[in-house]
């Protein structure tokens, strides 16, 4: 099936989000810069919401 | 005619239990349910990211100002009320997902037991959480420590209200004979939202008391 | 295949207003959405103009105070972005996605409506604000600490009821989010796949994930400056350990999504109606999908570019990704412009307001470069520069693409072709208008004129500027006038419109104007995004087109 089409590709969206998260986090507490904690949670957050939402809506599409 | 036979809701996909419509794909209340629950994991996304900002920008957490309040801050001296709450939430999700097993092959005695067993269950952890606010010792107005623990349960516990409420609903149906092995949506989107408050109970009891 | 057309009479069994107040259906409760946002439109610029005969000239001459003015812009801002923009756009969606994608309704029809009715409550909540003591007047913003009731802070009701009328109006907003996307999903008909799909689909579908991801995120921020105000809470209080910096991130966290959800359908009319009056299908269908993917996912990235001044701001990385969104944005130019190149182009009122947003769309997203850049930004931060990036964008912009869907659709959703003459005169004035109110607005940004100020010095030499910008703002107003004049008169007397006016693509127009309640008799057979064209003339040659979907369905065991 193309990749495009599996559900548990779909996920990758999310984890993007998760990724972006990370480095929001990682780049400032490597640097000993101020870490913006309510920016890292709610793009963390909003990760694994995307990848729920995605996974769902492909997974649960009609087959054509 | 395809060579890949496999569906993309054959048994093998876990959303192959969720109820179907003809066309295949799952049902559009379940669909409907399921992304109404991923906003909702953002509403307190909000919520977590205020709680986290306000603690990374105290000095002591938890707070030691005002003095009188200070012991009562800390959550982690004594999590033992809060683990039982837990307890009884988790549980209330096993006999919710025994509901949804029970009426996915019809056993209706099954799943009313069930689905009464988990109403009670949710009804208990609100009068722990009610009886818990009496005994804790702080108030919302109480600093920043106050303010973001009882907006972060209170929300919390307003989502079980809610998902009572829900269960409630789907108890009278089924004691009254609606529902069947092959409809039976509004339990499935039921059952979903009560795992959805369990989980956030889960990340809630993590982050104020063992964090 | 024989058509079973029901007679229209079968279904009207509920007469007049009693049906409009209960109706479920897609199509009315659109029109509801498109009505009650141009009325919130009309008194949003009402309150403009008052704004603006206020800064004509230097001194205070109509209001009594500066606080009657904060609550003139405060309520200008939230009531043109939540209670005409974005339910105006869902409103176009709730229309028009259904019959694109060859569907009978929407997936959830009674929230559907249950949606719709949210938005007349939560807008009456928001004025109520003027008769109890004084509307919110802390900018659309409301920044603590002066939202909050503290001394320094809006004591009285009107901040609440802003609060708690947003809430509902978010909540309405979500429930329309999963309900398109709901629909898309799962309603489409056979042969639609999703590459099938019209642009406009796509850019709903794009701008329902970011309404469902941002918006309740807002109304966590909403309720925690409730608590904040009303139940003695300490969420935006540095003095009891809080911080008023944490609103700004959580209320931009939503804010920025949102103005891609502001702008995102305007977009997807645009290259609906390109298309068919240049006589040429959309440049680069696959891109403009991606683009549009690409403009969602960064769009929740580059929030903190409204904070860059606050000094707690991670600068490089939000500079960089306000840059790099501008990237998929220039994809969606040349899309455009590729698509009109060479093509035979029709000057109707639609096209011409598509024309406009692509020129005005293009100024606002250069003057929004400018500010991606932290030094820059600097300077210009809370200066007119910004009313004029924002105005650019959301009028220049959004509204054209409103004004273009509507001159479009309007012969869909009515029967009735809107005069052309009327419209046009509507357009010249209109894009006159907003140029000469905005445009100075750049100059006054870098001559160092503040943003939401009631009053200036003659000293500072804005007097010419501001007094420009007034005159084009009543130009705007004037504008409507043909407008109203041109709806009025078409319902009434307007060339009928039969189901295709236009030639179009889309299969929103295989169906009679306006369709009937179900909508579709017959759908013709689509293998393409351009269903109509391939009836019309016949699909182009088999082998060019890929293998029709294998619809052989794998039930599950026990099914």
Not at chain 1, 17 to 43: K, N, Q, R
Not at chain 3, 146 to 169: A, K
Request: net charge neutral; with cysteine.
């Amino acid at each position: 099936m193309h990749p495009l089409r599996h559900p548990k590709y779909a996920i990758a969206v999310g984890l993007l989000f998760v990724l972006v998260g990370l480095v929001y986090w990682l780049v400032p507490e490597i640097g000993h810069w101020h870490v913006d904690y309510a920016g890292v949670t709610m793009l963390a957050t909003l990760g694994i919401a995307m990848a729920l939402m995605a996974y769902v809506l492909i997974a649960g599409s009609p087959n054509e | 005619m395809t060579t890949d036979t496999h569906a993309l809701t054959t048994e093998h996909s876990p959303v192959a239990g969720l109820a179907h419509d003809a066309r295949g794909g799952i049902s559009n209340p379940v669909l409907g349910m399921i992304l109404f629950i991923t906003s909702e994991v953002m509403f307190f996304a909000g919520l977590f990211a205020a709680y986290f900002n306000v603690r990374a920008n105290a000095p002591h957490w938890p707070p030691t100002e005002p003095a009188e309040l200070a012991e009562h801050f800390n959550l982690h001296a004594e999590p033992w009320f809060a683990a039982a709450l837990t307890v009884i939430l988790v549980i209330s999700s096993f006999t919710c997902q025994f509901a949804i097993w029970a009426i996915r092959k019809d056993n209706r005695t099954g799943f009313v037991r069930n689905i009464a067993i988990t109403v009670i269950l949710g009804v208990v952890f609100l009068i722990g959480q009610l009886y818990d606010y009496s005994t804790i010792g702080f108030g919302l107005g109480d600093g920043v420590f106050g303010t973001t623990f009882y907006t972060l349960t209170g929300f919390h516990g307003a989502h079980v209200f809610g998902g009572v409420i829900m269960l409630s609903v789907v108890l009278y149906r089924a004691m009254a004979g609606q529902f069947s092995a092959r409809h039976h949506d509004a339990v499935e989107a039921t059952s979903l939202y009560w795992h959805f408050v369990d989980v956030v109970w889960i990340a809630l009891f993590s982050t104020l008391y063992i964090l | 295949m024989a058509t079973t057309a029901l007679t229209p009479a079968a279904a009207g069994y509920r007469s007049g207003l009693y049906d409009w107040v209960t109706t479920t259906d897609h199509k009315k409760i659109g029109i509801l959405y498109v009505a009650n946002s141009f009325l919130f439109f009309f008194l949003a610029g009402l309150l403009a103009l008052g704004v603006r005969a206020e800064l004509a000239q230097p001194g205070l001459q109509f209001l009594s105070d500066e606080h009657t003015y904060n609550q003139l812009f405060t309520m200008h801002g939230s009531v043109m972005i939540f209670l005409f923009i974005i339910p105006m756009l869902a409103g176009f969606g709730n229309y028009i996605v259904p019959l694109m994608i060859g569907a009978p309704d929407m997936a959830f029809p009674r929230i559907n409506a249950l949606s719709f009715w949210m938005l007349p409550l939560g807008g009456l909540l928001l004025f109520t604000g003027f008769l109890s003591g004084g509307a919110a007047a802390a900018g659309w913003t409301s920044y603590p600490p002066l939202s909050e009731d503290r001394p320094l802070g809006m004591v009285g009701p009107g901040q609440d009821l802003w609060l708690v009328g947003l809430i509902l109006i978010g909540t309405s907003s979500i429930l329309g989010a999963v309900n398109f996307l709901v629909t898309i999903f799962k309603m489409r008909a056979p042969g639609m796949t999703l590459f099938r799909m019209p642009v406009l689909v796509w850019t709903v579908l794009v701008t329902s994930v970011l309404v469902l991801m941002a918006t309740p995120v807002f109304t966590s921020a909403l309720i925690m400056l409730f608590i904040d105000r009303n139940y003695g809470g300490h969420f935006f209080d540095p003095s009891t350990g809080g911080n008023a910096i944490l609103w700004q991130n959580v209320f931009w966290f939503y804010s920025h999504p949102a103005v891609y959800v502001m702008v995102l359908p305007a977009m997807g009319m645009i290259s609906e109606i390109l298309p068919v009056f240049s006589r040429k299908p959309l440049f680069g269908y696959k891109a403009f999908v991606f683009a549009t993917a690409g403009i969602g996912a960064l769009g929740f990235s580059v929030w903190a570019h409204h904070m860059f001044t606050t000094g707690s701001v991670y600068l490089p990385f939000f500079s960089l990704m306000t840059f790099l969104i501008a990237v998929p944005t220039g994809v969606k130019m040349f899309n455009w412009i590729f698509t009109m190149w060479r093509g035979k182009l029709t000057l109707s009122t639609p096209l011409l307001f598509a024309i406009g947003f692509l020129t005005m769309f293009l100024i606002g997203g250069i003057n929004g470069a400018f500010s991606a850049s932290v030094p820059v930004d600097f300077a210009l931060h809370d200066t007119y520069w910004v009313v004029a990036h924002l105005h650019y964008v959301l009028f220049g912009g959004s509204v054209f693409g409103v004004f273009a869907g509507f001159y479009y659709w309007f012969p869909k959703m009515t029967g009735r072709m809107l005069n052309e003459t009327l419209g046009k005169v509507q357009f010249v004035l209109m894009f006159i208008g907003f140029n000469l109110t905005f445009f100075p607005m750049h100059v006054l940004g870098l001559e160092g004129m503040p943003r939401r100020i009631a009053d200036y010095s003659s000293a500072a030499g804005w007097n010419t500027l501001n007094l420009a910008a007034t005159i084009g703002g009543f130009l705007i107003a004037a504008s409507m006038l043909p407008f109203l004049w041109n709806v009025f008169v078409s319902l009434r007397s307007g060339k009928v419109a039969g189901d295709d006016p236009w030639e179009a693509n889309t299969l929103e127009w295989a169906t009679s104007s306006p369709p009937p309640p179900y909508n579709f008799d017959r759908l013709p057979e689509i293998r393409s995004e351009r269903p109509l064209f391939d009836l019309r003339h016949g699909r182009a040659h088999p082998a060019l087109t890929p293998p029709a979907p294998d619809r052989t369905q794998q039930l599950p065991a026990g099914h």
